[in-house]
């Protein structure tokens, strides 16, 4: 792999993959035209994410911790019923994510800071001190992940380790190159660095969790400001299985006479294209609903109508499940909808 291979991916690319370019482009454009929410709404809509993204990106490589379980252990309040490892690696990817979403303008992208992500991210996790920042330094595999948390195949190999240190330094090069030359749109250079990233695999673990914080660093650094208020991981489990064949269709042709990034970037494009549509439903009153399910739409409907109410009566009166309930609860609070009375059982909500 070199410059001029990671170059060519990037050549023709067809006229449909430039039109959701486009669409996505304006749609950040009206985001950064309309996003005027009051810094408390902002800071409530981030917290949300922070939740929401560390939930998904680690479900993704399976964890079972729901949303309201890391609300609560975020809290402060203990957790028994989970393996250690999924708490510790809950732990490690909330607070890295919330850093990068403070301090992402201040951030290098060089091999030193993934190395230093890398370390961050699994300084909980008693089971990986050994290589915590440091490359493999043995044969690794992508495995597809199943809801239960076991593999059910090996989606291709990676490159061996002894030849790691030299292919993440010529990648980290090339993207840094791209972004400063911009000779090529910056979502082709992100999509580039992360479908080459996870063929690498250049860690023992923690490569997914690690590409999906990547993704909200470089997006945010390239312009994308909405990423702290749209979970970019949630959108990637919806579509997890998409996700692995994307990643399978593409990376199975590197290194070969007919190699093919266009799996990968049509998925990764559709993907940013829904995160997009979902920060920009926030920005008024009338289409924040558009975000919500049926059922959530109930709940907020019956809110509006119900004056003081508790979570549970909203459980028993909908017959909707009291995590959909919660989830919506939190979603209201965050964008200054409702407002919460009380604490613990006797927990009550009413609008504003």
């Not at 402060?76 to 303008?105: C, M, T």
């Not at 579509?239 to 994307?246: F, G």
């Amino acid at each position: 792999m070199n410059n001029h291979v990671l170059d060519q991916r990037l050549k023709n690319i067809p006229a449909s993959v430039w039109q959701k370019i486009a669409s996505i482009d304006e749609l950040k454009g009206q985001w950064l035209g309309g996003a005027k929410f009051s810094p408390r709404v902002l800071g409530n809509l981030k917290k949300t994410v922070l939740v929401t993204s560390t939930g998904a990106s680690t479900r993704i490589e399976g964890a079972k911790l729901s949303d309201e379980d890391i609300e609560k252990l975020m809290r402060g309040i203990s957790i028994q019923q989970f393996a250690d490892r999924d708490l510790q690696e809950v732990q490690g990817y909330y607070e890295l994510l919330d850093n990068v979403f403070s301090a992402w303008k201040y951030l290098r992208f060089s091999e030193g800071l993934i190395k230093h992500f890398h370390q961050e991210l699994l300084k909980y996790v008693e089971k990986d001190i050994r290589h915590r920042g440091e490359y493999k330094g043995q044969e690794n595999k992508v495995q597809m992940i199943d809801e239960a948390g076991q593999s059910i195949g090996i989606l291709f190999d990676t490159t061996p380790a002894y030849l790691t240190p030299k292919e993440m330094q010529e990648l980290i090069e090339w993207t840094v190159q791209a972004f400063d030359e911009k000779q090529h749109h910056p979502l082709l250079v992100i999509a580039n660095f992360l479908v080459q990233f996870l063929q690498i695999h250049p860690f023992q673990d923690g490569n997914g969790r690690l590409s999906r914080v990547l993704t909200n660093l470089l997006m945010l650094q390239a312009g994308y400001a909405y990423m702290p208020y749209a979970s970019h991981e949630k959108v990637v489990e919806d579509n997890k299985p998409e996700y692995y064949l994307a990643l399978r269709q593409s990376q199975r042709t590197f290194k070969t006479a007919e190699e093919s990034i266009l799996p990968w970037l049509d998925f990764f494009l559709k993907i940013v294209h829904q995160q997009s549509q979902i920060a920009n439903n926030l920005l008024s009153a009338e289409s924040f609903e558009k975000t919500f399910s049926p059922a959530q739409r109930k709940i907020w409907a019956y809110l509006q109508n119900a004056g003081e109410i508790a979570p549970k009566e909203l459980e028993e009166n909908l017959k909707i499940p009291r995590s959909t309930v919660n989830q919506v609860l939190r979603k209201l609070l965050d964008l200054g909808k409702i407002e919460r009375l009380g604490e613990g059982r006797a927990v009550r909500y009413k609008t504003l």
